[in-house]
């Protein structure tokens, strides 16, 4: 099993541009979440979904946009880059028997 | 609002030296505390997880302690090696969320 994949490692836009970050799953875990780190502030979470068809706001979703049509993908989409976006970004997929967060090994997003 | 505070922000000890991780939080009703281990460019991995009537839980050498009633949780780290330089996050299950609430973790330098 891969776990958690994510897409790409690092990536480097400018101002306005926009990009979709991939997040892959192969564990049928139903609940998945993307958050982003910055340096003293922790993991804050962007967005959620409990289940295909289903996404909801977590705590900083401005500037980005999900959707989740298989239990397996959970893209992530800047709609239009700014600077503040830029940021490690991590997928997780929690296993609900155990509460346990899986997450992916990040993406480096630097926005110029 | 819920709440995990880790202190302290950063540690540096001697190879071989013990070391305790403190986490408390606010976070009511309580559901369930897991510390993670998260390696520089790495995502979190799941150490060990706290339930309310769990007082005490070990894993090779981390031990997590929880004391419910004063909403407090240790993990301490016996006989440090360097493969233990990480951040440690505690992750607080609970307060009528299905969202998690992230402590800013504990930045932890082992040196030889």
């Known amino acids: 099993n891969a776990g958690v994949t994510q897409t790409p490692k690092f990536q480097v836009l400018k101002t306005g541009q926009s990009m979709t970050l991939q997040c892959a799953q192969d564990?049928?875990?139903?609940?998945m979440s993307w958050y982003r780190q910055d340096p003293g502030m922790g993991l804050r979470l962007i967005h959620y979904?409990?289940?295909?068809?289903?996404?909801d706001q977590g705590e900083v979703p401005n500037g980005y946009n999900v959707s989740r049509s298989t239990t397996e993908d959970f893209p992530l989409r800047l709609l239009s880059a700014a600077p503040s976006q830029t940021s490690v970004y991590f997928c997780?997929?929690?296993?609900?028997?155990?509460?346990?967060?899986?997450f992916g090994p990040g993406t480096r997003l630097t926005v110029l | 609002k819920n709440q995990v505070e880790q202190s302290p922000q950063s540690l540096i000890i001697l190879e071989g030296k013990n070391c305790t991780l403190q986490?408390?939080?606010?976070?009511?009703?309580?559901?369930?505390l897991r510390w993670y281990k998260q390696d520089t460019g790495r995502g979190p991995v799941s150490l060990t997880i706290?339930?309310?009537?769990?007082n005490t839980k070990s894993n090779g050498r981390y031990t997590a302690t929880l004391d419910a009633d004063t909403k407090q949780s240790s993990l301490h780290i016996t006989a440090s090696q360097l493969s233990d330089s990480a951040s440690y996050i505690c992750?607080?299950?609970?307060?009528?969320?299905?969202?998690?609430?992230f402590g800013r973790g504990t930045s932890l330098i082992v040196h030889p």
């Open positions: 997780a997929a929690r296993d609900s028997r155990t509460d346990t967060q899986y």
């Open positions: 564990m049928n875990h139903e609940y």
């Open positions: 979904s409990v289940g295909a068809g289903i996404t």
């Open positions: 986490c408390n939080y606010t976070v009511s009703p309580f559901s369930n």
């Open positions: 706290m339930t309310f009537s769990e």
């Open positions: 992750v607080v299950s609970g307060g009528g969320s299905y969202i998690p609430t």
